[in-house]
């Protein structure tokens, strides 16, 4: 069975500084996908980042970073810089390998909501 | 501009009565799917359609019921066995292959509030 652990129920934090948001997951799987994405109050959720078992270096895109280690079942999030725009629920996913006709079902985490203090 | 529409953005229903929440697309996605979202539960599947005429239960799909007659439209039916259904509900399409396996485009909820 797979599972996403997301410890942190709620952070804040004053704005520009940086916050990281802890993702645990268990998984049989040897090829799996690891990703996050952010729920803003407008309700719909944003996909930010997809990742797979194999590719464990480190991404950057802008103020946002993702760290993977396999060696600790863990995928975090850190925001350099925290805006106000970055109030949200962020959630963390996993998914299975990828077939045409088998079950994708993507297992969420419980979600961590975010607040930056202006 | 391409997208998934929700409707409607709010619901209110009286216990016992039967209510459709609908989802279109216009991304040309094959796969489309319903969420179900509870404070602190984070997000759980209803059910999936990976083609059109063709669907699957989710892990709570109990007290729910779909249909897919058209590649653009996935409708979800809370019937009243379901027990709990005060929730926010989403619904999900994907990216056919697998360059875009499993990244879920979502759209912006139907809020169903049982009085």
């Known amino acids: 069975a797979q599972k996403v652990t997301q410890a942190q129920t709620e952070i804040s934090v004053v704005e520009k500084e940086d916050v990281t948001l802890d993702c645990v997951y268990e998984?049989?799987?040897?090829?799996?996908?690891l990703f996050w994405y952010k729920q803003p109050p407008s309700g719909e959720l944003v996909f930010l980042i997809r990742?797979?078992?194999?590719?464990?270096q480190n991404e950057i895109s802008g103020r946002y970073s993702w760290n993977f280690q396999k060696s600790t079942s863990s995928f975090n999030f850190t925001i350099t810089a925290s805006q106000v725009v970055d109030s949200a629920v962020y959630f963390c996913?996993?998914?299975?390998?990828?077939?045409?006709?088998?079950?994708?079902?993507?297992?969420f985490g419980t979600g961590t909501r975010l607040t930056i203090i202006p | 501009d391409g997208g998934i529409t929700q409707s409607p953005k709010y619901l209110f229903r009286k216990e016992g009565q039967n209510v459709t929440l609908s989802c279109e697309q216009n991304?040309?996605?094959?796969?489309m799917y319903w969420y179900r979202q509870d404070p602190g539960q984070g997000l759980r599947l209803i059910y999936y359609?990976?083609?059109?005429?063709?669907?699957q239960k989710g892990d709570i799909a109990e007290g729910y019921s779909v249909s897919r007659e058209k590649k653009e439209s996935f409708p979800l039916t809370v019937t009243s066995a379901q027990k709990n259904p005060t929730a926010f509900y989403l619904c999900?399409?994907?990216?056919?292959?697998?360059?875009?396996?499993?990244?879920?485009?979502f759209g912006a909820g139907s809020r169903l509030t049982v009085l």
């Open positions: 998984t049989r799987d040897t090829t799996y996908y």
């Open positions: 990742r797979n078992s194999f590719d464990e």
């Open positions: 991304l040309n996605h094959d796969a």
């Open positions: 999900a399409s994907r990216l056919p292959g697998s360059t875009g396996a499993n990244v879920l485009t």
């Open positions: 996913a996993l998914s299975g390998s990828i077939s045409n006709f088998g079950n994708e079902k993507l297992t």
């Open positions: 359609s990976q083609i059109v005429n063709d669907f």
